[in-house]
């Protein structure tokens, strides 16, 4: 049984940073594409960024966060890293870990009916 587990979230001020983390068991995710999806309150999960099981020139981000966050992966730990830096308050809500359903996957996808092992989520909450 694969088990998506995140955690890293806080309570940070606009401008500060932080680093999540998810960690997954039950199978190796080195051929799996890795993402970090966020539901803000009252709003709809929405793809934050992606790590391709092809490598880091393969990430991809939200509009939102270019620039701000960087995803990455350790394949030897089975886990999945987003740093996120000058952090704002429309950066508040729960983050989200998951899993790509298929391996290898030539391209790299960011719909969420794409991913099916997901964490339980850790909140984020930016605010002074």
């Known amino acids: 049984q694969v088990q998506v587990v995140e955690s890293g979230g806080g309570l940070v001020q606009p401008g500060g940073s932080l680093r999540l983390s998810c960690a997954v068991s039950g199978r190796s995710f080195s051929p799996y594409t890795m993402g970090w999806f966020r539901q803000a309150p009252g709003k709809r999960r929405e793809f934050v960024a992606v790590?391709?099981?092809?490598?880091?020139?393969?990430?991809t981000y939200a509009d939102s966060v270019k620039g701000r966050f960087t995803i990455s992966r350790d394949n030897a730990k089975n886990t999945v890293y987003l740093q996120m830096n000058n952090l704002k308050p429309e950066d508040t809500g729960v983050y989200y870990c998951?899993?790509?359903?298929?391996?290898?996957?030539?391209?790299?996808?960011?719909?969420?009916?794409?991913?099916?092992?997901w964490g339980q989520g850790t909140q984020v909450t930016v605010s002074s």
């Open positions: 998951a899993k790509d359903r298929e391996p290898a996957r030539r391209e790299v996808v960011t719909a969420i009916y794409e991913y099916d092992y």
């Open positions: 790590s391709s099981w092809r490598g880091v020139s393969n990430s």
